[in-house]
């Protein structure tokens, strides 16, 4: 495992690039970023922003934009930026997360307070369950499944209503870097192009409990007839120079979001409290996610803070030994309850996903890192 010299990145990242100087795709974006001419993108997202309301006004409705939301820091920040800085009236999709936490609930109806007109999809429930458990022992990863909903409700309500204009937040591609499979551009379609090409479609999770057809929701529109309908899809990120982990957070917090402000961070397994609110599942999720790729959730956001220079990189490496992985057994109880399965089971399961090169089995059982963050590992 090779770390970025600039932030702390590791090239086990899935898609990562780095350059010959081993520096992360993200921090030459980062400095990409200051050459960026935000003035002309601007303009550029005006232009989109106002064929969208010409269209709307065309078709006969009022929403010009569909954003997703989940109620968190970057979809609150998105619905306000597009209503209050663009005039749009957007039309807000929530994919309501199985379990949604109280915190969760409370975030989307704090968005709906602020005058927003929202859809919440719930899938089937049982659907749901079955899926994530299928997510769980094939992939090892139990929100795989869901985020196939999460991804295209928004895309399903555009392509219903006929409404012009999907805003997304955030390009993956260029703020974890993961360059190698994703488009950098504003233009969100070329996402789903891949995602779609990749074999993420509907189909995936047929088996003999789920039809297709059931699976209405885990089903992204074809993106051609989207587009012959006039339908576009953009990253906001991609033409705002306000956009930023910390600053979203500060502007919803400025406009009710609430946070984990009560929970241990060991057992959130990150330093900031403001991430991954309307579930718990995903908590678990990144604790899987550091035994099978040496980094969670407390690298990503480290990342961000070394390249936005709010942190060093030698704090950074005292918060990710700190946080990295870690996750409370509330949780772990949580997603075993849920994916009705036994601990010792769910240990097992997980025990076929861990990076054997990385970790190793202490005498009390538990996964114990070989590498020390920060510091190149093996060959
Ligand atoms: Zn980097």
Same mark, same amino acid.
């Given at each position: ?25 993200? *921090? ?36 010009? *934009?569909?954003?997703? /939301? ?9 619905? /306000? ?50 899926? =994530? ?18 991804? =295209? ?56 409990? /789920? ?42 917090? =400025? ?71 870690? *996750? ?7 997603? *075993? ?37 920060? /510091?190149?590992?093996?060959?």
């Amino acid at each position: 495992m090779k770390y970025c010299k600039r932030c702390l990145q590791p090239d086990t990242r899935p898609g990562i690039i780095f350059d010959d100087r081993q520096i992360c795709y993200a *921090c030459l974006y980062e400095e990409e970023k200051k050459k960026i001419d935000w003035k002309k993108r601007e303009e550029e997202l005006q232009i989109i922003v106002g064929e969208a309301k010409m269209q709307a006004k065309k078709n006969g409705i009022l929403y010009d *934009c569909v954003i997703g /939301v989940s109620g968190g820091k970057d979809s609150t920040f998105q619905a /306000v930026y597009a209503k209050e800085k663009l005039g749009l009236h957007p039309l807000l999709v929530n994919c309501v997360p199985d379990e949604i936490t109280e915190i969760g609930n409370h975030n989307i109806n704090n968005l709906s307070k602020l005058g927003f007109d929202i859809i919440r999809i719930n899938p089937d429930p049982n659907i749901a369950k079955h899926l =994530a458990r299928r997510s769980f022992y094939e992939y090892g990863n139990i929100v795989k499944a869901s985020e196939y909903c999460l991804w =295209a409700s928004s895309y399903i309500i555009a392509d219903k209503f006929n409404i012009p204009l999907i805003i997304q937040g955030e390009n993956a591609a260029l703020t974890l870097g993961a360059a190698a499979s994703q488009n950098t551009s504003g233009d969100a379609f070329s996402v789903v192009d891949l995602n779609t090409l990749n074999g993420c479609n509907a189909s995936d999770w047929v088996d003999s409990t /789920v039809e297709e057809k059931e699976l209405f929701f885990y089903q992204f529109p074809d993106i051609n007839v989207l587009k012959e309908k006039g339908i576009r899809a953009i990253f906001l990120q991609y033409y705002t120079k306000e956009w930023s982990q910390v600053g979203n957070a500060d502007f919803s917090i =400025a406009r009710g979001l609430w946070g984990r402000c009560t929970e241990d961070l060991h057992d959130i397994g990150r330093y900031r409290r403001f991430t991954a609110l309307d579930s718990d599942l995903q908590i678990v999720n990144q604790m899987i996610k550091y035994l099978k790729f040496g980094f969670g959730f407390a690298t990503d956001e480290a990342c961000y803070d070394i390249r936005e220079g709010r942190l060093s990189r030698e704090d950074a490496i005292w918060l990710i030994k700190e946080y990295d992985g870690r *996750c409370g057994e509330q949780y772990i109880q949580m997603a *075993c309850d849920y994916l009705d399965i036994s601990k010792e089971e769910f240990w097992h399961v997980l025990d076929g996903y861990v990076n054997t090169n990385l970790f190793e089995k202490d005498e009390k059982g538990w996964w114990r890192p070989k590498f020390e963050v920060g /510091v190149d590992f093996g060959e």
